[in-house]
Nanobody, 120 residues
Framework: QVQLVESGGGLVQAGGSLRLSCAAS????????MGWYRQAPGKQRELVAR???????ISADSVKGRFTISRDNAKNTVYLQMNSLKPEDTAVYYC??????????????WGQGTQVTVSS
């Protein structure tokens, strides 16, 4: 089994910052990529940022210049540093990990989600 533990969400004022983290543990052989997605009420889940095990990144245009994704491969942990937060960033943020399990299958795992609320 694989477990993802997310932390770092909360309520902040516009212009503030939050740092999300997601740690993967369990029956992991290797991690291909880790990323963050978010879903606001009434909207589809969307990619925020993603990082490969080699360090290459992609991010949504709406967060470029404000959010930074990083990872610690040794700890199987991915971070999302969110600066200059806007009310439209309010959503539930989900960690996603694409990995090879020790049983030899590539699978996606999702974290439980953490609420980010940005007040005006």
């Amino acid at each position: 089994q694989v477990q993802l533990v997310e932390s770092g969400g909360g309520l902040v004022q516009a212009g503030g910052s939050l740092r999300l983290s997601c740690a993967a543990s369990g029956s992991i052989f290797s991690i291909n990529a880790m990323g963050w997605y978010r879903q606001a009420p009434g909207k589809q889940r969307e990619l925020v940022a993603r990082i490969s095990s080699g360090g290459s990144t992609i991010s949504a245009d709406s967060v470029k210049g404000r959010f930074t994704i990083s990872r610690d491969n040794a700890k199987n942990t991915v971070y999302l540093q969110m600066n200059s937060l806007k009310p439209e960033d309010t959503a539930v943020y989900y960690c996603n990990v694409n990995l090879m399990g020790t049983w030899g299958v590539v699978v996606d795992y999702w974290g439980q989600g953490t609420q980010v609320t940005v007040s005006s």
